[in-house]
């Protein structure tokens, strides 16, 4: 571990690694607020030192998860404001460029969450995956245009996440049904729209997010249910516009069987994938803070955001 790193920075890495601190949003804003720590806390006496800490805080925030796209986004967002000639020039930029970055999390999530709403009748019921604060936003959206919204929430295992959708659900007053994972397909018939969050959009419209989601909707589009993805752009993947391609993280295999029940089991092989990917042809839209779109022409809004790529300035020069 770089010594330069602050210990409140190896705290969230060490948090966002372990899922204590989980969702693109939530993500990107407990990183933005890492870098604002690692500013204010400097002992740096120069400007070169204290660019040297940033990236090393950066790099330490970013090799945590591959996949979360929120997370550069964020850095590069906090990052790219550094254009002072002075340490404490310098100090101000990136607290700035943190509290802007923070503010504009706030906002998009509220705004995305009333371009989703307009998809929701009053009646509808929805089915979930995983835990998604974007998607969530637009069921408490629609419940506050007094829409009657039920809910079927998968489980989502092996770490359950579905149980978080469920009780923020219920504290939303929104009648909720948890399944296990294997039985979405029996009850796609009772539903209105599959709506997910992600934790990546490539720029060919595909959507990374938790392993089961492309089942899902391989299962809705067959059934004819329409499947809505939530995503604030700050999950766009912009180096996909230039052919680079998506890690899929795997994780530790004691998420899903302990050590004594696969020694009993003859030790085979476990894998544990995270997240999968889902083609285009199975979303009907992609709702942002900037609007929905359709999953082909959301290289488009990328383009607008990002020009026709993207740099890592995390990286030593």
């Not at 503010?103 to 995305?112: E, H, K, N, Y």
């Not at 939530?230 to 516009?241: E, I, N, R, S, V």
Request: glycine content about 6%.
């Amino acid at each position: 571990m770089d010594e330069r790193v602050h210990p409140e920075v190896r705290r969230i890495a060490d948090e966002i690694d372990t899922m204590e601190i989980r969702g693109a949003a939530t993500i990107a804003d407990a990183v933005a607020r890492a870098l604002r720590t690692q500013a204010e806390e400097s002992d740096a006496i120069d400007p070169g030192a204290f660019r040297g800490e940033l990236r090393a805080a950066a790099r330490t925030l970013y090799e945590t998860r591959p996949t979360a796209v929120s997370l550069p986004n964020a850095l590069r967002y906090v990052l790219r404001g550094m254009s002072s000639t002075t340490v404490e020039g310098l100090r101000q930029n990136v607290v700035e460029s943190a509290d802007e970055f923070c503010a504009r999390l706030d906002r998009a999530q509220a705004d995305l969450g009333h371009v989703g709403a307009n998809r929701l009748r009053d009646g509808d019921v929805i089915m979930t995956h995983c835990h998604s604060t974007d998607a969530l936003a637009c069921v408490e959206a629609a419940v506050e245009q007094g829409k009657h919204i039920e809910a079927i929430v998968k489980e989502t295992r092996p770490r359950n996440q579905g149980h978080i959708t469920a009780s923020e659900l219920h504290e939303m007053g929104v009648p909720v049904t948890l399944i296990v994972d294997s039985a979405a397909r029996r009850y796609l018939n009772d539903v209105d729209h599959v709506l997910v969050g992600a934790d990546a959009v490539a720029a060919d419209g595909s959507v990374i997010n938790k392993i089961g989601t492309s089942g899902l909707a391989v299962n809705a589009r067959d059934r004819g249910t329409p499947i809505m993805v939530a995503a604030q752009t700050l999950k766009l993947h912009p180096g996909t516009m230039t052919g680079h391609t998506v890690d899929i993280e795997m994780r530790d295999t004691d998420e899903v069987i302990d050590d004594e029940t696969l020694a009993e089991l003859g030790n085979p092989t476990v894998k544990n994938p995270a997240f999968d990917v889902t083609p285009p042809r199975y979303v009907d839209a992609i709702v942002t803070e900037r609007g929905q779109f359709p999953p082909e022409s959301i290289v488009i809004l990328m383009r607008e955001l990002f020009g026709e790529g993207t740099t890592e300035p995390w990286v030593e020069p």
